[in-house]
Structure formats: C-alpha cells, structure tokens
C-alpha cells in the first residue's frame, strides 16, 4: 500500500496538492489499485466541492506498480563497438610479401593444364597492383629465378647431407634420386619448374640456369658412383660412373616430366625400388 500518491516520477507530491494542504490530508487509506481518480484531482471533501461524476475508466492495476527508471537509450557508437570488427590488414614485414609472391606463383603453377602466368593474374591471386609486385621483383623472370633458386637451396642442401651420412657410393646414388623425385612429388609447381614446362616464352636465361641445375646433380651422381665402378674393379671407372650418371638423371627427369604432363597423377616414385635396382645393377 502506498502511503504517498505520485503520478509522475520527476513532479515532487506537493505538486499535485495545493499549498494550504499538508501531506497527511492526502494519506490514502486504501490500495491505490482500488482508488478511482480523474485528472489527478484531490477528493472533493477535502477542496470543499461536491463529488464529481466518477471517471469512466479505472486505473490499470499495471500503472499502481512503482515506476522504474528509464531504460537508457543504446549507444549506438557503443553498439558498432561491441560487434566484432573487421580485423585491420596488417602490413607484410621486410621479406614477407615477396614470400608470399613466390608462394603464390608456385600455387598457380600447380593447377593442371594452367595457362602462360602474367603478372596481372599473379596480383589478382595476392590482391595487389601489378606495381607491388615489381616493387619486390624488377620483372617477372625474376620472380622464377626465385623459385629456382629455391629449388637450388632445398636440393643441394639435402645432397649435401646424403654425400656425408651415407659412407656407400650404390646407397648415395639411389638416395639422391629419390630425394629428387620426392621433392618434385611434394611441389608439383616446382615440378614444372625443373622440366621446363613453366618457362616456355619467359626468358631464356631461366631454361639454361635449370639446364645447369641438372648439370651439377649429374656431377654428384658422378663422383659417387665412380667409387662404385672402382670397387667393382672396373678398368674404366670413369666412364662408367659418367654413364650411369647420365642415365639416372635421364630417369629423373623423364618421371618429373611425366608427372607434369599426367596432371599430377602419375607418380614419380612408382616403382621406385626395381628402377633404381635396374638402373644401378
């Protein structure tokens, strides 16, 4: 039961009385819910007028309940804040983007049947201007030549570890033309790299520079099988190990170049053991 009748939150009770009148005369005896009242005006016993016609409604039961406060108003610039936003695009570091170049060059190669790569299709892949990439590279043969040059570091690094753990000249060559066939299985982009397949109509200086990769891994293959010829007790051991090198890197490239031209589907390591145990027998 409420002792003090209010109508308005913000409008104080002597408002809503005359000022001769004190806050006792005004005490309600009974619940408002069953008090009718019209247009906020005190009983007629207490203004000395007669009672005027009741009002045609009753007061909601609802309206009788202590009045909150005003639910504040969303913030909308709080509201867009409290929404996830969209994460800022964060600048490459020293390196990264030309990285993410060869990355993405390597992928475009990878795709069966893929076209001549341009430059424009290389930036449309990065979502950049054809002018950040010749920020990182001077022309587009410079971005293969990175590309070969990562194959260059990968293999040769590997080679190097096969040459020095393995003490048997046989288990060295077979090691490293599985190594080879493995890498070109595991980056098919790189694949059409080593045979040539990606550098038809680019500049010349990429097939010879991959024409001296092979070189060298014929070179390799030379010195260790030439301690095999030698330990078989062969009157030409140098001339043995220089045809058999040629022959495996032959096989390696006929396999990579098969598993370029299949798609992808064929693989270069099928069989792996009785070729290799032909080839070296």
Known sequence: MLEILTYRKSAPVSALRPPS???????ISQP??????CQNRPPAAVMGRKLSPPCDTAINPQAAKPMSAPEPKLNLVATSAAEPAAPARKRPRPGERRVQILQALAGMLEQP?????TTAALAAK??????????????KAQMFEGLIEFIETSIFTLLNQISERDGSGLLQAQKIVSMLLQFGERN??????????????????????MNQFFDRVESSLRQVLRSVAEAKGSSTPTVDANAQASVLVSFIIGRLQRY??????????EQMDSALRILLS
């Open 126 to 139: 990065l979502e950049v201007s054809e002018a950040a990439l010749y920020r990182h590279f001077a022309s």
């Open 32 to 37: 408002l819910s069953a008090t009718r009242l």
């Open 260 to 269: 370029a031209r299949s798609g992808f589907k064929r693989s270069p390591i």
């Open 188 to 209: 098919p982009g790189m694949t059409r790299v080593m045979v040539g397949d990606a550098l038809v109509h680019e500049n010349e200086r990429l097939v010879l520079r």
């Open 113 to 117: 049947g893929a076209e001549r790569v």
């Open 21 to 27: 009148l004190t806050a006792a005369r005004y005490k």
